[in-house]
T-cell receptor, first 113, second 112 residues
Framework: QQQVKQSPQSLIVQKGGISIINCAYE??????FPWYQQFPGKGPALLIA?????SEKKEGRFTISFNKSAKQFSLHIMDSQPGDSATYFC????????????FGKGTRLSVIA | KAGVTQTPRYLIKTRGQQVTLSCSPI?????VSWYQQTPGQGLQFLFE???????NKGNFPGRFSGRQFSNSRSEMNVSTLELGDSALYLC???????????FGPGTRLTVT
């Protein structure tokens, strides 16, 4: 049973455009939703995270939008750059982060000039 | 502050052998988690250790085991290796009361 579903699997965006990656979760007890960025040959790096008590969080060009009623959250990358080309993973956990992260399957983003 | 370090970075083993991977967490972090990453299954949780005690365990066979030392460094062991154990093994650390997990670069294990 996949508890966090991520889409799309791959995404190609023009430089300067907006990249949008979506995730849906099933367990309403999840209370922490991070996004990770992974470059080839590297481990995942924490990008931005949100708790369910807010609907949006922005850090630089990266924004998480959270819809508790729909059980969905998304990552928006504004002004996408070739350096943003990487694989992005959404994840969720519960009990104030004291349970393991459950990851989506990942989205491979390619930003082309 | 130094990040999470994992050794070795690459490993090639033969079916039936065993392997031990090592992880040193960020200084001050007492929780260490291990994940397996494969193209087909993605990132899957193996186990978490906190203050030398296993706190959570994923759905992996008993061939996968781990431990944590008093300095928070952790090791994971896989016995009787199978071809399907080929994967990137990732270690993540966090402070005990913090949500945020920070990953190391991983150990790429290839089983032939």
């Amino acid at each position: 049973q996949q508890q966090v579903k991520q889409s799309p699997q791959s995404l190609i965006v023009q430089k300067g455009g907006i990249s949008i990656i979506n995730c849906a979760y099933e367990n309403t007890a999840f209370d922490y939703f991070p996004w990770y960025q992974q470059f080839p040959g590297k481990g995942p790096a924490l990008l931005i995270a949100i708790r369910p008590d807010v609907s949006e969080k922005k850090e630089g060009r990266f924004t998480i939008s959270f819809n508790k009623s729909a059980k969905q959250f998304s990552l928006h990358i504004m002004d996408s750059q070739p350096g943003d080309s990487a694989t992005y993973f959404c994840a969720a956990s519960l009990n104030s982060g004291n349970t393991p992260l459950v990851f989506g399957k990942g989205t491979r983003l390619s930003v082309i000039a | 502050k130094a990040g999470v370090t994992q050794t070795p970075r690459y490993l090639i083993k033969t079916r039936g052998q065993q392997v031990t991977l090592s992880c040193s967490p960020i200084s001050g972090h007492r929780s260490v988690s291990w994940y397996q990453q494969t193209p087909g299954q993605g990132l899957q949780f193996l186990f978490e250790y906190f203050s030398e005690t296993q706190r959570n365990k994923g759905n992996f066979p008993g061939r996968f085991s781990g431990r944590q030392f008093s300095n928070s460094r952790s090791e994971m062991n896989v016995s009787t290796l199978e071809l399907g154990d080929s994967a990137l093994y990732l270690c993540a650390s966090r402070q005990g009361a913090s949500y945020e997990q920070y990953f190391g670069p991983g150990t790429r294990l290839t089983v032939t």
